[in-house]
Protein backbone atom coordinates (compact mmCIF):
# COMPACT_ATOMS: atom_id res chain seq x y z
CA UNK A 1 0.00 0.00 0.00
CA UNK A 2 1.41 3.85 -1.23
CA UNK A 3 0.44 6.29 1.59
CA UNK A 4 1.69 9.85 1.66
CA UNK A 5 2.82 10.59 5.03
CA UNK A 6 2.94 14.53 6.66
CA UNK A 7 5.97 15.15 8.82
CA UNK A 8 6.21 17.46 11.56
CA UNK A 9 9.06 17.95 14.02
CA UNK A 10 12.67 16.37 14.13
CA UNK A 11 13.72 13.06 13.85
CA UNK A 12 15.76 13.36 17.45
CA UNK A 13 12.68 13.49 19.40
CA UNK A 14 9.98 10.30 20.21
CA UNK A 15 7.81 9.51 17.43
CA UNK A 16 4.40 9.61 17.74
CA UNK A 17 2.13 7.62 14.64
CA UNK A 18 -1.34 9.56 14.07
CA UNK A 19 -3.86 8.02 11.66
CA UNK A 20 -6.55 10.10 10.95
CA UNK A 21 -11.20 10.12 11.02
CA UNK A 22 -12.97 9.57 8.27
CA UNK A 23 -14.74 12.65 6.70
CA UNK A 24 -15.92 14.63 3.72
CA UNK A 25 -12.54 16.17 3.40
CA UNK A 26 -10.54 14.34 5.98
CA UNK A 27 -6.47 13.52 5.61
CA UNK A 28 -3.76 13.50 8.47
CA UNK A 29 -3.41 16.98 7.55
CA UNK A 30 -6.52 17.77 9.96
CA UNK A 31 -4.30 17.11 12.89
CA UNK A 32 -1.73 19.89 11.70
CA UNK A 33 -2.54 22.37 14.53
CA UNK A 34 -1.78 19.25 17.09
CA UNK A 35 0.83 18.18 15.26
CA UNK A 36 2.79 21.23 15.25
CA UNK A 37 2.47 21.54 19.43
CA UNK A 38 3.10 18.19 19.68
CA UNK A 39 6.69 19.45 17.68
CA UNK A 40 7.54 22.47 19.77
CA UNK A 41 7.20 20.40 22.60
CA UNK A 42 10.26 18.03 20.74
CA UNK A 43 7.95 15.17 19.19
CA UNK A 44 8.13 13.48 15.81
CA UNK A 45 5.00 13.30 14.28
CA UNK A 46 4.56 11.05 11.46
CA UNK A 47 0.69 10.71 9.56
CA UNK A 48 0.04 9.24 6.70
CA UNK A 49 -3.39 9.91 4.64
CA UNK A 50 -5.22 7.16 4.55
CA UNK A 51 -5.56 5.26 1.06
CA UNK A 52 -8.18 7.74 -1.13
CA UNK A 53 -7.34 10.61 1.41
CA UNK A 54 -5.16 13.55 0.66
CA UNK A 55 -2.42 12.54 -1.56
CA UNK A 56 -2.88 9.32 -0.71
CA UNK A 57 -4.12 7.26 -4.00
CA UNK A 58 -7.21 4.64 -3.65
CA UNK A 59 -6.60 1.12 -2.29
CA UNK A 60 -8.17 -1.90 -4.16
CA UNK A 61 -11.36 -2.54 -1.03
CA UNK A 62 -9.77 -5.48 0.72
CA UNK A 63 -6.73 -3.00 2.04
CA UNK A 64 -9.13 -1.23 4.00
CA UNK A 65 -9.40 -4.21 6.34
CA UNK A 66 -8.73 -2.55 9.90
CA UNK A 67 -5.61 -5.02 10.36
CA UNK A 68 -4.31 -3.95 6.88
CA UNK A 69 -4.76 -0.13 7.35
CA UNK A 70 -2.35 -1.39 10.87
CA UNK A 71 0.12 -3.04 9.23
CA UNK A 72 0.66 0.19 7.01
CA UNK A 73 0.82 2.58 9.94
CA UNK A 74 3.50 0.22 11.80
CA UNK A 75 5.33 0.39 8.55
CA UNK A 76 6.12 4.46 8.27
CA UNK A 77 7.85 3.58 11.31
CA UNK A 78 9.43 0.93 9.94
CA UNK A 79 10.84 3.00 6.48
CA UNK A 80 11.75 5.48 9.23
CA UNK A 81 14.01 2.72 11.48
CA UNK A 82 12.12 3.95 14.10
CA UNK A 83 11.67 1.02 16.84
CA UNK A 84 9.55 2.49 19.73
CA UNK A 85 6.88 5.06 19.51
CA UNK A 86 3.51 6.72 20.25
CA UNK A 87 0.34 6.00 18.44
CA UNK A 88 -2.80 7.95 18.65
CA UNK A 89 -5.60 7.66 16.39
CA UNK A 90 -8.90 9.75 15.67
CA UNK A 91 -12.69 8.16 15.23
CA UNK A 92 -11.59 5.76 12.22
CA UNK A 93 -7.69 6.21 13.43
CA UNK A 94 -8.45 4.97 16.94
CA UNK A 95 -9.22 1.48 15.10
CA UNK A 96 -6.09 1.66 12.89
CA UNK A 97 -4.36 2.90 16.23
CA UNK A 98 -5.76 -0.23 18.50
CA UNK A 99 -5.35 -2.51 15.92
CA UNK A 100 -1.37 -1.45 15.61
CA UNK A 101 -0.72 -1.65 19.30
CA UNK A 102 -1.91 -5.62 19.36
CA UNK A 103 0.43 -6.02 16.04
CA UNK A 104 3.65 -4.81 17.98
CA UNK A 105 2.85 -4.28 22.00
CA UNK A 106 6.41 -3.70 23.00
CA UNK A 107 7.16 -1.21 20.76
CA UNK A 108 4.46 0.91 21.69
CA UNK A 109 4.99 3.86 24.41
CA UNK A 110 2.00 4.98 24.91
CA UNK A 111 -1.91 5.08 22.95
CA UNK A 112 -3.75 8.45 22.47
CA UNK A 113 -7.57 7.96 21.72
CA UNK A 114 -9.93 10.79 19.95
CA UNK A 115 -13.23 10.09 20.64
CA UNK A 116 -12.65 6.20 19.35
CA UNK A 117 -11.03 3.26 20.47
CA UNK A 118 -13.88 2.51 22.78
CA UNK A 119 -16.51 1.59 20.50
CA UNK A 120 -17.18 -1.99 19.01
CA UNK A 121 -18.54 -1.12 15.19
CA UNK A 122 -19.78 -4.54 14.24
CA UNK A 123 -23.37 -3.99 13.94
CA UNK A 124 -23.39 -0.38 13.19
CA UNK A 125 -25.25 1.11 10.30
CA UNK A 126 -22.50 3.32 8.58
CA UNK A 127 -23.57 5.03 5.23
CA UNK A 128 -21.00 6.27 3.10
CA UNK A 129 -21.75 9.10 0.89
CA UNK A 130 -22.36 8.00 -3.08
CA UNK A 131 -20.60 11.15 -4.56
CA UNK A 132 -17.91 13.32 -3.28
CA UNK A 133 -18.94 16.98 -1.83
CA UNK A 134 -17.93 19.80 -3.98
CA UNK A 135 -17.72 23.51 -3.45
CA UNK A 136 -17.54 25.85 -6.43
CA UNK A 137 -14.71 27.90 -4.93
CA UNK A 138 -12.51 28.12 -2.30
CA UNK A 139 -14.66 30.90 -0.85
CA UNK A 140 -17.63 28.92 -1.03
CA UNK A 141 -15.43 26.08 1.13
CA UNK A 142 -14.14 28.29 3.65
CA UNK A 143 -17.40 30.68 4.19
CA UNK A 144 -19.11 26.62 5.02
CA UNK A 145 -16.29 25.56 7.23
CA UNK A 146 -16.73 28.53 8.97
CA UNK A 147 -20.63 28.22 9.56
CA UNK A 148 -19.74 24.69 11.01
CA UNK A 149 -16.90 24.41 12.83
CA UNK A 150 -16.95 25.76 16.90
CA UNK A 151 -13.78 28.08 15.60
CA UNK A 152 -12.43 29.26 13.02
CA UNK A 153 -8.20 29.58 12.31
CA UNK A 154 -6.30 29.90 9.14
CA UNK A 155 -4.66 26.38 10.17
CA UNK A 156 -7.75 24.77 10.83
CA UNK A 157 -9.20 25.81 6.93
CA UNK A 158 -5.68 24.64 5.69
CA UNK A 159 -5.97 21.07 7.64
CA UNK A 160 -9.57 20.56 5.88
CA UNK A 161 -8.16 21.87 2.51
CA UNK A 162 -5.38 19.38 2.27
CA UNK A 163 -8.74 17.16 1.96
CA UNK A 164 -9.75 18.34 -0.77
CA UNK A 165 -8.78 18.56 -4.99
CA UNK A 166 -9.18 20.84 -7.59
CA UNK A 167 -11.28 20.12 -10.78
CA UNK A 168 -10.59 23.88 -12.27
CA UNK A 169 -12.25 26.00 -10.32
CA UNK A 170 -14.12 23.59 -8.24
CA UNK A 171 -12.98 21.61 -5.01
CA UNK A 172 -13.76 18.31 -4.74
CA UNK A 173 -13.93 15.88 -1.28
CA UNK A 174 -12.53 12.69 -0.57
CA UNK A 175 -13.98 9.98 -3.16
CA UNK A 176 -17.21 7.94 -1.98
CA UNK A 177 -15.14 4.81 -3.07
CA UNK A 178 -12.69 5.25 -0.46
CA UNK A 179 -14.86 6.23 1.87
CA UNK A 180 -17.31 2.97 1.40
CA UNK A 181 -14.34 0.77 1.88
CA UNK A 182 -13.15 2.28 5.08
CA UNK A 183 -16.70 2.49 6.11
CA UNK A 184 -17.02 -1.57 5.24
CA UNK A 185 -13.63 -2.24 6.61
CA UNK A 186 -14.42 -0.97 10.07
CA UNK A 187 -17.65 -2.53 10.34
CA UNK A 188 -16.04 -5.60 10.38
CA UNK A 189 -13.32 -5.33 12.24
CA UNK A 190 -13.01 -6.00 16.04
CA UNK A 191 -11.90 -3.64 17.86
CA UNK A 192 -12.61 -5.33 21.28
CA UNK A 193 -10.34 -8.14 20.28
CA UNK A 194 -7.29 -5.70 20.98
CA UNK A 195 -8.34 -4.30 24.24
CA UNK A 196 -6.55 -7.22 26.27
CA UNK A 197 -3.44 -7.13 24.31
CA UNK A 198 -3.58 -3.81 25.53
CA UNK A 199 -4.54 -4.57 28.95
CA UNK A 200 -1.89 -6.96 29.48
CA UNK A 201 1.36 -5.13 28.73
CA UNK A 202 -0.22 -2.29 30.45
CA UNK A 203 0.15 0.21 27.78
CA UNK A 204 -0.70 3.72 28.64
CA UNK A 205 -3.71 4.71 27.50
CA UNK A 206 -5.51 8.18 27.13
CA UNK A 207 -9.08 8.04 26.03
CA UNK A 208 -10.92 11.90 25.20
CA UNK A 209 -13.94 11.68 24.62
CA UNK A 210 -16.89 14.22 23.37
CA UNK A 211 -19.44 15.61 25.20
CA UNK A 212 -21.65 17.08 23.08
CA UNK A 213 -24.60 15.16 21.37
CA UNK A 214 -24.86 13.10 19.54
CA UNK A 215 -21.96 11.13 20.41
CA UNK A 216 -21.91 11.96 24.34
CA UNK A 217 -24.53 9.86 24.54
CA UNK A 218 -23.38 6.54 22.62
CA UNK A 219 -19.85 7.41 24.67
CA UNK A 220 -21.98 6.79 28.17
CA UNK A 221 -23.39 4.02 26.09
CA UNK A 222 -19.95 1.41 25.20
CA UNK A 223 -17.51 3.38 27.40
CA UNK A 224 -18.20 0.87 30.16
CA UNK A 225 -17.40 -2.48 27.99
CA UNK A 226 -13.81 -0.55 27.20
CA UNK A 227 -13.46 0.38 30.58
CA UNK A 228 -14.21 -3.07 32.57
CA UNK A 229 -11.71 -4.61 29.50
CA UNK A 230 -8.44 -1.65 29.71
CA UNK A 231 -9.27 -0.60 33.43
CA UNK A 232 -6.01 1.34 33.58
CA UNK A 233 -6.86 3.68 30.63
CA UNK A 234 -6.85 7.45 31.83
CA UNK A 235 -10.62 8.80 30.24
CA UNK A 236 -10.78 12.29 29.97
CA UNK A 237 -14.29 13.76 28.68
CA UNK A 238 -13.50 17.26 26.51
CA UNK A 239 -15.71 19.63 27.80
CA UNK A 240 -17.68 21.50 25.16
CA UNK A 241 -16.31 19.47 21.98
CA UNK A 242 -18.21 17.24 19.49
CA UNK A 243 -17.13 14.08 17.96
CA UNK A 244 -14.13 16.53 16.12
CA UNK A 245 -12.70 17.07 19.46
CA UNK A 246 -9.24 18.19 17.62
CA UNK A 247 -11.19 21.46 15.64
CA UNK A 248 -13.45 21.78 18.87
CA UNK A 249 -10.64 22.40 21.66
CA UNK A 250 -7.78 23.21 19.75
CA UNK A 251 -4.08 23.18 19.85
CA UNK A 252 -4.56 23.36 24.04
CA UNK A 253 -6.07 19.56 23.90
CA UNK A 254 -2.44 19.07 22.18
CA UNK A 255 -0.45 20.31 25.11
CA UNK A 256 -2.64 18.79 27.45
CA UNK A 257 -1.51 15.45 25.40
CA UNK A 258 2.22 15.91 25.57
CA UNK A 259 1.82 16.88 29.30
CA UNK A 260 0.20 13.53 29.53
CA UNK A 261 2.94 11.63 27.56
CA UNK A 262 6.05 13.34 29.33
CA UNK A 263 4.05 12.25 32.84
CA UNK A 264 3.92 8.53 31.47
Known sequence: ??????????????TLLFWHALGPVASAAT???????????????????GP??????????????VREL?????????????????????????????HAAALAPARVEAVVLFDSGHIDYRGETLRAPTEALRWPSLAAFEAELRSEVERF???????YLAGTRREGEELVGVPPEATAAAYSG???ASVPETWPV???????????????????????RQLPAFQAAVPHAEVR????????????????????????LERV
Open 237 to 260: WVPDAGHDLLADAGPALAAEIADW
Open 198 to 220: VAARAIPVLLLLATKPPHVDQNR
Open 186 to 188: LVR
Open 153 to 159: TPELLAG
Open 31 to 49: FGEGATVLAARGFRVLAPD
Open 70 to 98: ARSLVAVADARDVDRYVLAGHSWGGAVAL
Open 1 to 14: MSLSVREWGSGGGR
Open 52 to 65: GFGESPLSPPEQYD
